[in-house]
T-cell receptor
Framework: QKEVEQNSGPLSVPEGAIASLNCTYS??????FFWYRQYSGKSPELIMS????GDKEDGRFTAQLNKASQYVSLLIRDSQPSDSATYLC??????????????FGQGTRLTINP | EAQVTQNPRYLITVTGKKLTVTCSQN?????MSWYRQDPGLGLRQIYY???????DKGDVPEGYKVSRKEKRNFPLILESPSPNQTSLYFC??????????????FGAGSRLTVL
């Protein structure tokens, strides 16, 4: 099993609908999870972080975490064409003495169709 | 403005010609890292540095070197570039490598082509 796994897509969603992006991870003790958005030709930017089981909402974005199932998702409500991008899931990997480094999934390419 | 600055942004070079991609951050971050991004493979870590003079290999370190002599700078060195190092490179930094402070800020990227 890959350390962080995402469907690469492309995922196509009509404007105004809910886009659902999924990510699974292999390390059961991971504590924090991140979603980055990357527009074509640009660098990744952080859009959501989640640390506890359940939902975390920020505007049109909701991150959902289920540690028992090792599953984290990102929902985008009322999808807009400007949401078209690649979404990267990132999970920390332990290195030494409690330190961590982020491991990224391969990203899901999302297209919102007007 | 808080940022991570990479140079050059675009570079075309030839096999075997040594090159350095510079990375500098102005946020007093302890942790810095280099990634390469290739289609279908996502972001893969090349090297990382937890602090000055502390560096370690990431998942794809072959063919690369790094140094961290100052906190703000983390250059990536390709001693003898080969065509399989053609890629999009990102430098990133975070306050530290510990939970709660490990949110990464990325540079704008450096697109390297090795002929």
């Amino acid at each position: 099993q890959k350390e962080v796994e995402q469907n690469s897509g492309p995922l196509s969603v009509p404007e105004g609908a809910i886009a659902s992006l999924n990510c699974t991870y292999s390390d059961r003790v991971s504590q924090s999870f991140f979603w980055y958005r990357q527009y074509s030709g640009k660098s990744p930017e952080l859009i959501m972080s989640i640390y506890s089981n359940g939902d975390k909402e920020d505007g049109r974005f909701t991150a959902q975490l289920n540690k028992a199932s090792q599953y984290v998702s990102l929902l985008i409500r009322d999808s807009q064409p400007s949401d078209s991008a690649t979404y990267l899931c990132a999970v920390p990997r332990r290195i030494i003495q409690g330190a961590q480094k982020l491991v990224f999934g391969q990203g899901t390419r999302l297209t919102i169709n007007p | 403005e808080a940022q991570v600055t990479q140079n050059p942004r675009y570079l075309i070079t030839v096999t075997g010609k040594k090159l350095t991609v510079t990375c500098s951050q102005n946020m007093n971050h302890e942790y810095m890292s280099w990634y390469r991004q290739d289609p279908g493979l996502g972001l893969r870590q090349i090297y990382y540095s937890m602090n000055v003079e502390v560096t370690d290999k990431g998942d794809v370190p072959e063919g690369y070197k790094v140094s961290r002599k100052e906190k703000r700078n983390f250059p990536l060195i390709l001693e003898s570039p080969s065509p399989n190092q053609t890629s999009l490179y990102f430098c990133a930094s975070s306050l530290s490598s510990y939970s709660g402070a490990n949110v990464l800020t990325f540079g704008a990227g450096s697109r390297l082509t090795v002929l």
